[in-house]
């Protein structure tokens, strides 16, 4: 089954021209019954049958739609929706032979392609045929649909219309949910693969920028030299006697602070500074 426990509603909807026999049809299916009584069918009529088909619940729902053309603009409302459609025309008519493209149209132009059959009803008036069987089967073949011929007044091939189009429903039904099926899972992949190479595309990335930030910052300390800054007010080494040759001065470099012999002189030419800047060269 689909789903366990589920149900499949069917919504199919028979057309045709006026007095084919579309009423009569749902009703010997739905009810068991027939009447030779004619009823002009005044817009839509509905009736639903349960069934089993392959194991499956299923619950047809007939629409019976009018089949005179002062009824069209209601009828067609009815048809959006449907899942199935039987398209019928009578032995004893040729206009409804010969409408029924324009019939299989007006379902088209609402729905879209769904399960049809085509049904030549009336076939026991046999005396009154206008229909030839190479015609039916003809119309049949150039459509591409599933042809019968029935009796409804003899209940002959009734249940075989609505049968087979439970079964092609579902059979599209369960090709589809395949088809959604393999589409999310071929989507989940892609997503999954697309996840995968974009957090390794960022991951390399990072350690890549941490690589150079890394040169970047030795070939900065490679370059430039290493600057030292002393503490000592230069005005005092102006004042310290002539004498004196050199003083010591705390020198604080990018290792540890000690105490250095530099030149007064230097810190002189300097005086007017508060600091003193030192590189490598003087030591």
């Known amino acids: 089954m689909l789903e366990e426990d589920m149900e499949v509603a069917i919504k199919v909807v028979v057309v045709g021209n006026g007095a084919v026999g579309k009423s009569s049809m749902i009703q ?4 068991g019954i027939f009447t030779k009584d004619y009823k002009k069918t005044i817009g839509v009529d509905f009736l639903e049958r349960q069934i089993l088909v392959n194991d499956e619940d299923v619950r047809l729902m007939l629409w019976d739609t009018a089949g005179q053309e002062e009824f069209d603009a209601i009828t067609k409302a009815y048809y959006r929706g449907a899942q199935a459609c039987v398209l019928v025309f009578s032995t004893t008519d040729r206009d409804s032979f010969q409408a029924i493209d324009s019939w299989k149209e007006k379902v ?5 392609d769904i399960p049809t059959v085509l049904v030549q009803n009336k076939i026991d008036l046999l005396e009154e045929t206008v229909i030839k069987n190479e015609e039916a089967e ?6 591409k649909l599933r042809f019968y011929r029935a009796s409804v007044k003899e209940d002959l091939n009734v249940n075989e219309v609505f049968k087979y189009l439970a079964e092609k429903y579902l059979q599209r039904l369960k090709q589809q949910t395949a088809e959604e099926t393999e589409v999310v899972h071929t989507t989940s992949n892609k997503i999954g693969k697309k996840s995968f190479f974009v957090s390794q595309f960022k991951l390399w990335c990072f350690v890549l920028f941490l690589f150079l930030l890394n040169s970047l910052y030795s070939f900065f300390l490679g370059f430039f030299p290493k600057v030292f800054l002393i503490q000592q007010v230069v005005m005092s080494a102006t004042r310290a006697p002539a004498t004196a ?39």
């Open 28 to 31: 010997r299916y739905c009810k």
């Open 108 to 112: 088209e132009a609402e729905v879209g």
């Open 138 to 143: 003809a119309l049949a073949k150039r459509l």
């Open 245 to 283: 040759e050199k003083s010591s001065l705390c020198v604080l470099t990018s290792k540890e602070p000690r105490r250095l012999k530099i030149p007064l002189e230097a810190a002189a030419s300097s005086r007017e500074n508060h600091f003193i800047l030192l590189t490598d060269s003087y030591f």
